[in-house]
């Protein structure tokens, strides 16, 4: 009840901290929440110790409004302040405001323009219950103030980055823009995001979001952390997570735990530094405290969500479109995003001009950078002890799935791009499948269970490594009502496979080629050499990745050559480049747009019912309690 009441507040607040009294028959405590975690008192009985809590009391009045945790960045809007009429203003429906349909246009329209979603977004955050604020951002030596009423967007949970989107309007260029409010990760060698996006602008990158300004919150920064009783580890690379469950370390404290759906750990280098207290630093389980920084970024384009796509052909445009996005970021500015997603490709409409002809088309947009890096950082640097995975469940690859210290590459993204077209398609567009929720539930939710650590589910493993195509729990093969899909599926499905069977053989030579760790090796070493990651573990597996114990082989001995993965034909070697680069990618895309046997294939609506509730038990029973499978159900489905 507590944590829920908090939450309440925080959603409508905007807040660096909240204090709360919390009274349980004639004991008390005090909690301070932040986004790292919960602070909280020891029990105290107010009815033989009245003066601590007076005393409390007293002391917490004396605070001022920024110390007790409201955020002096964000100025409440009255119903008598001007700002608040003008709001109104700006959210009145515009005649001239255009529609956002695929069409061809007769003139072009005066500047400034808007698209009437845009408005209409702006005009249902303003919400007669949700407070209005006006938000600052400082970047540079310019000061930028934007009016926002109910964010369209928000994070469930304390803990975590908290992240909320607004529709907002940019006082100083009258115009709606998109605001991004959040609590990012406070480390060494973490960029902003604004930072990173203005490099993407500079290099010309296609098909990303325009930087407009960005910039940490008057040095607002979550304090939880810095008065835990554990050492902290020594602070290292590290992704932040929208995790909505609070772990407990000790009984003091509730903690933002580690498991998250898109932000973790990145690298954690063993540390045998002893600490103040002669001990060694704990390790990432037992300090699981997280330091984060309140930001804020906002961009030109306000955009629609992907599920908003009115046709398969535009679903496929649209895809294409972001794979062009990566690949120039990778190309041209050397990054690679590292979490591609349904939630991070979005709908742009925009008027262009084609062989002279003015037109508004709708085209895909590839946001939320955060979680991106240089690639020459992805090169070569040293792995972690224990690491996290990075990225949205459902859209990961089967190998960033199964090695947790697996440095992403071009392959997992186009990998990712090819789930989120198989996710879109499915569900919303028509399909002989019967049972749409199931086919979702058991290939993009479902997860394994391997030496202590979830890993990717049985099916999606099956889909990569099987012999069989797409196709529902019965077996039978998965076909759209427009054919190019069916054929896009299985061209760009046959170069996944290929890619795996080449890693695989590949991986296991190389494992073969290195010697065996010495008897004497510390159990560190030995776990650092473990299985030399997915690839090689599948190779000689069951298709769960798991290994059987008749086929399990002692550390200090090799495989045995019958257990060695196939060679991979000439081919598959071939078929297998296709995803080593973006090129064959868009070229199928591509391809698949101009065809001519698309049909109306966008179903009304969603292909999975609001009530639909899952029918099978996923992962395995004797790991996976039903609590796990709802925390990881709500973990997919958790955006930025």
């Known amino acids: 009840m507590a944590r829920e009441r908090s939450e309440n507040r925080d959603r409508y607040q905007h807040r660096t901290a909240l204090f709360m009294l919390l009274v349980m028959g004639r004991r008390f405590r005090f909690l301070r929440w932040d986004r790292s975690g919960t602070i909280v008192t020891e029990s105290v009985d107010y009815y033989e110790n009245p003066q601590m809590l007076c005393e409390m009391l007293w002391c917490m009045s004396k605070l001022s409004k920024e110390e007790l945790g409201c955020d002096p960045s964000a100025t409440r809007i009255n ?168 772990q407990v370390a000790e009984p003091s404290f509730f903690l933002s735990g580690p498991r998250g759906r898109k932000r973790s750990w990145h690298e954690m ?161 028509r399909s002989n499948c019967a049972d749409v929720g199931a086919f979702i539930e058991h290939l993009f939710d479902d997860y394994s269970h391997y030496d202590g650590e979830y890993m990717c589910g049985v099916r999606k493993k099956q889909l990569m490594k099987g012999l069989d195509g797409i196709t529902t729990g019965s077996g039978k093969a998965i076909k759209f009502r427009s054919k190019p899909l069916d054929k896009v599926f299985k061209l760009v499905l046959g170069w996944f496979k290929a890619h795996y069977v080449v890693q695989g053989r590949k991986t296991w030579e190389e494992a073969r080629s290195q010697p065996s760790p010495p008897s004497s090796a510390s159990p560190d070493a030995l776990e650092a050499d473990e299985d030399a990651g997915f690839y090689g573990r599948i190779a000689y597996g069951d298709v769960d990745g798991t290994i059987p114990q008749d086929k399990a082989v002692p550390r200090d001995q090799t495989l045995p050559e019958e257990e060695a993965p196939r060679v991979p034909t000439q081919q598959e070697k071939v078929d297998a480049e296709n995803v080593a680069s973006h090129n064959a990618m868009i070229k199928a895309l591509d391809v698949a747009k101009i065809d001519v046997g698309w049909k109306a294939d966008r179903v009304n609506g969603d292909n999975v019912p609001d009530n639909y509730k899952p029918k099978h038990e996923v992962g395995h029973a004797d790991t996976a309690s039903e609590t796990t499978f709802k925390w990881r159900k709500l973990e997919s489905e958790l955006a930025i």
């Open 79 to 246: 119903a008598d302040d001007p700002l608040y009429a003008s709001m109104d203003d700006v959210a009145s429906p515009v005649d001239s405001d255009m529609d956002h349909s695929n069409r061809v246009l007769d003139e072009m329209p005066k500047e400034p323009y808007v698209f009437r979603y845009v408005r209409d977004m702006f005009r249902q955050s303003l919400a007669p219950e949700w407070p209005r604020y006006q938000l600052e951002i400082v970047d540079g030596s310019q000061k930028f103030r934007f009016l926002v009423g109910k964010p369209l967007f928000f994070a469930t949970g304390m803990a975590g980055r908290g992240t909320r989107g607004y529709v907002a309007y940019d006082l100083l260029r009258k115009r709606f823009v998109w605001l991004k409010d959040a609590w990012r990760a406070h480390y060494e060698l973490v960029d902003q995001e604004g930072t990173i996006l203005r490099k993407l602008n500079m290099d010309g990158v296609r098909n990303v979001p325009t930087l407009v300004c960005h910039g940490d919150i008057l040095g607002q920064t979550t304090q939880t952390a810095a008065i835990s009783p554990l050492d902290p580890p020594p602070p290292r690379i590290f992704d932040s997570s929208p995790s909505s469950r609070a």
């Open 269 to 429: 280098d063993e540390d045998n530094t002893p600490s103040l207290n002669g001990k060694k630093h704990p390790t990432w389980e037992d300090c699981p405290l997280r330091r984060h920084m309140h930001y804020r970024i906002v961009v030109e384009e306000v955009a629609l969500p992907l599920k908003e796509f009115t046709s398969g052909r535009q679903l496929v445009s649209l895809i294409v479109d972001c794979v062009v996005a990566h690949m120039d970021a990778t190309e041209r500015s050397k990054v690679i995003h590292r979490d591609v997603s349904g939630c991070n490709i979005l709908i742009l409409p925009h008027i262009t001009a084609r062989e002279n002809v003015l037109m508004v088309i709708s085209r895909g947009l590839l946001a939320d950078w955060e979680l991106s890096k240089p690639v020459s950082d992805q090169q070569g640097g040293p792995r972690g002890r224990r690491l996290e995975r990075v990225g949205t469940w459902k859209f990961m690859s089967v190998a960033v799935l199964c090695d947790m210290g697996k440095v992403v590459e071009t392959s997992d993204e186009l990998e990712s791009f090819f789930y989120v077209l198989l996710y879109y398609s499915i569900r919303y567009l």
